[in-house]
């Protein structure tokens, strides 16, 4: 599903990421730490398509990037730290654009509303709802296509316990789809990942599935 | 950076070291640079002697028309320098080589700094032909301006981005742009102007023989000019930048 | 240009299995992309209200600079084209402001789209934004400033309009992309785009200088609009060439 041997990705002289391999089968969940600045964002907006790898082989959805990458989009869903969605358009108009960008009918754009709790506000423009309820808008936006594969930078960071419950559906590892997730709680990362990725400074110090993994180990990257 | 010695083949790599073996790079062709330096001296003392003993003294303008055999050469070398660094900024956006951004770069600003030569000979014959430091009616002086300016951006333009990768990828879409541009510039200002005054720098092609031949050595000298100060100039960031990638390797950034 | 992998899908979507999610046809993005765009500058009212209070004044001021009442002939069209030229710097520079600052290229990258979409779309409308600049600039100026009677050579200036305004929309688009991703977006904008941008005006003050004299003594020049229509062309080409390297990372 996911197969990466060497990816490097620079920022000027500086590589954001440094010979990172990793290969993750479908269906299974990765869950990235690391420090801030180690190359979690970059790994994903790797995945994602948006930036192009420097060196080394990567394959996602059994399509080479970035030779191929056109064939991945579509297939991915991003949620990053920035929801993607225009504050002066409502959640309705925010995610019917997104859906004729990947030719989703409005009935699904209708279902999501339904499902991340919005439809008393869906037609406010969004700079009046709160973090939470635009993080729930971003959660609507990019499973929208039914995604494949799914990448998620910190996805529960502004959302109360009882929103968190309500989006698992959509993004947790109950969907069955092939997850990378950033996190930055040891035991709760933990128990949702297969295999976990360690990253400092770029480079990927710890592979390895989670069941060889303790707590520890993770709380070291951050030392 | 062993960013290439990892994965040599493929457009995904990038260059940040110079192009070819990092070991023959060490002694960047300094044989080849001393024979064009020469050559380009020799070529430029033939011209100075043959604008001063050989070319006739005009009779309108006297000794100040010789000042056409260097405000036409520098403005023809630095114009096909600039549609050149066009042409190579294409070369980099085919195959993400980034040498071939930092050879747009080097030629476009060396363009520019003929260019200012340009400006300045011209200024200089229009203020002993006609009176004035800057005539409108002289429409290849007048497009001249026009795509100096353009260029002139060019250079602010690289320093506001930050990620040298988009900087490049930028700077050459703008190159092709701004390349583009130069045809169709001297087309439309030629289309716009009206021929009071006698168009004295377009009319190379109806030179006496030995004025035309003059001409052509100095056409020929600057050109050398151009290509061993860009060749200079090239050598040097890429000495600068080898120097840069191995300090960091042995850690001293 | 074309032998490099172009990261757009080559013709329709290859995918089998998925009932769902497809890749849109082109017009589809485009459509999707105006909507958008109108809804943006309707609830924001940032571009077009702007662009044409700047033209008026500027209008006014050009009445105390040049210390007229009336002008006519080349001075007209002198002051028509700078004018224009002017407001429409404002509109390029925040072309792409909302999408850099919201994560709008993001969002799209996204999406299994042909990236040239965006192009069209942000030129088409510029291109709208210029129109309705025009149908406020134009009327003023008339107004305010210009002695003879617009109304005959109304339709050629409209020509002339039109054809200046396309490539405005295309060269004003492609610097606006280019100009909205670094440190100082909204100086570079205008610097980029006004020397690119020389050979429309030459062309659209040439051909319109007749049609604005007093007793009409000139008509529609065709050289002149074939110079529009050529530069129009051959910018169009390239930024069509060119547009998917400024979005790519």
């Known amino acids: 599903m996911i197969e990466l041997e060497g990816l490097v990705r620079c920022y000027g002289e500086r590589e954001a990421l440094s010979d990172v391999s990793l290969s993750l089968p479908q269906g299974q969940t990765l869950v990235v730490f690391g420090p801030n600045g180690a190359g979690k964002t970059t790994l994903l907006r790797v995945l994602a398509t948006l930036l192009r790898p420097h060196a080394g082989a990567v394959t996602v959805l059994e399509h080479r990037l970035p030779e191929e990458s056109w064939q991945v989009r579509g297939r991915v869903g991003l949620l990053g730290h920035d929801p993607l969605l225009y504050r002066e358009l409502t959640a309705r108009e925010n995610l019917r654009y997104h859906a004729r960008l990947h030719d989703v009918g409005d009935a699904r754009v209708e279902d999501l509303i339904q499902a991340v709790a919005i439809a008393d506000r869906a037609d406010e423009p969004l700079r009046t709802l709160s973090r939470g309820m635009i993080q729930r808008v971003a959660i609507a936006r990019a499973t929208l296509h039914d995604p494949q594969l799914l990448l998620l930078d910190e996805p529960y960071a502004n959302l109360d316990p009882s929103a968190i419950d309500l989006v698992a559906p959509l993004i947790g590892a109950q969907t069955g789809c092939t997850r990378v997730v950033t996190s930055h709680d040891p035991t709760g990362g933990l128990a949702q990942a297969d295999l976990v990725v360690g990253l400092r400074a770029g480079r990927a110090v710890l592979v390895k599935p989670a069941g060889e993994i303790e707590p520890r180990e993770i709380a070291e990257l951050y030392r | 950076m062993n960013a290439s010695s990892r994965h040599p083949a493929g457009s995904t790599e990038i260059d940040h070291r110079p192009p070819g073996d990092g070991e023959r790079a060490s002694r960047p062709s300094v044989p080849g640079l001393r024979t064009l330096s020469i050559l380009t001296v020799a070529a430029m003392g033939i011209a100075l002697c043959l604008v001063f003993f050989y070319a006739p003294i005009e009779l309108e303008e006297g000794l100040l028309q010789k000042i056409f055999y260097l405000h036409v050469p520098l403005a023809i070398v630095s114009l096909c320098g600039f549609v050149l660094g066009g042409i190579m900024a294409i070369a980099h956006l085919r195959t993400r080589d980034r040498s071939w951004d930092l050879r747009s770069y080097v030629t476009i600003h060396m363009s520019l700094i003929f260019g200012v030569g340009v400006l300045l000979t011209g200024s200089i014959w229009a203020r002993g032909s006609w009176g004035h430091w800057w005539v409108w009616s002289e429409p290849t002086l007048v497009s001249y301006l026009i795509v100096f300016l353009l260029y002139a951006t060019y250079q602010p333009l690289r320093f506001a981005i930050e990620d040298p990768e988009r900087q490049a990828r930028y700077a050459s879409v703008f190159a092709i742009v701004a390349g583009a541009f130069v045809p169709l510039n001297f087309l439309a200002v030629r289309l716009s102007t009206s021929y009071l005054h006698p168009r004295v720098l377009g009319s190379a092609s109806n030179l006496p023989g030995s004025m035309r031949f003059t001409f052509l050595v100095s056409l020929v000298a600057i050109a050398l000019l151009f290509a061993t100060l860009c060749s200079y100039e090239l050598t040097a960031k890429r000495t600068r930048m080898l120097l840069r990638s191995r300090s960091r390797i042995l850690g001293y950034q | 240009?074309?032998?490099?992998?172009?990261?757009?899908?080559?013709?329709?979507?290859?995918?089998?299995?998925?009932?769902?999610?497809?890749?849109?046809?082109?017009?589809?993005?485009?459509?999707?992309?105006?909507?958008?765009?109108?809804?943006?500058?309707?609830?924001?009212?940032?571009?077009?209200?702007?662009?044409?209070?700047?033209?008026?004044?500027?209008?006014?001021?050009?009445?105390?600079?040049?210390?007229?009442?009336?002008?006519?002939?080349?001075?007209?069209?002198?002051?028509?084209?700078?004018?224009?030229?002017?407001?429409?710097?404002?509109?390029?520079?925040?072309?792409?402001?909302?999408?850099?600052?919201?994560?709008?290229?993001?969002?799209?990258?996204?999406?299994?789209?042909?990236?040239?979409?965006?192009?069209?779309?942000?030129?088409?409308?510029?291109?709208?934004?210029?129109?309705?600049?025009?149908?406020?600039?134009?009327?003023?100026?008339?107004?305010?400033?210009?002695?003879?009677?617009?109304?005959?050579?109304?339709?050629?200036?409209?020509?002339?309009?039109?054809?200046?305004?396309?490539?405005?929309?295309?060269?004003?688009?492609?610097?606006?992309?280019?100009?909205?991703?670094?440190?100082?977006?909204?100086?570079?904008?205008?610097?980029?785009a006004l020397p690119l941008l020389v050979p429309i005006v030459i062309a659209g003050a040439r051909a319109s200088a007749p049609l604005l004299s007093a007793g009409h003594a000139g008509a529609l020049s065709a050289r002149w609009l074939a110079v529009l229509a050529l530069y129009d062309l051959v910018f169009g080409l390239i930024a069509y060439a060119v547009f998917d390297f400024l979005l790519e990372d």
Request: glycine share 10%.
């Open chain 3, 1 to 192: 240009m074309s032998s490099v992998a172009r990261d757009t899908p080559a013709g329709t979507d290859a995918r089998t299995g998925d009932a769902r999610s497809g890749s849109p046809g082109t017009l589809t993005v485009i459509g999707a992309l105006l909507r958008k765009e109108l809804l943006v500058e309707l609830r924001t009212l940032e571009s077009i209200p702007g662009m044409s209070l700047f033209a008026v004044s500027t209008l006014v001021v050009f009445h105390f600079a040049l210390q007229r009442s009336t002008v006519d002939g080349d001075l007209a069209a002198g002051v028509l084209w700078v004018t224009l030229l002017f407001a429409a710097m404002l509109g390029l520079n925040r072309l792409f402001v909302a999408d850099a600052e919201q994560g709008g290229f993001d969002g799209f990258l996204l999406a299994p789209v042909d990236r040239t979409a965006m192009l069209l779309a942000k030129a088409l409308t510029l291109l709208a934004y210029l129109l309705v600049l025009e149908i406020v600039a134009v009327p003023a100026f008339a107004l305010l400033l210009l002695g003879p009677p617009l109304g005959p050579t109304l339709p050629g200036l409209l020509a002339i309009l039109a054809l200046a305004d396309v490539g405005l929309a295309l060269i004003g688009t492609l610097i606006a992309a280019l100009a909205v991703q670094t440190r100082a977006r909204d100086l570079l904008g205008p610097l980029l």
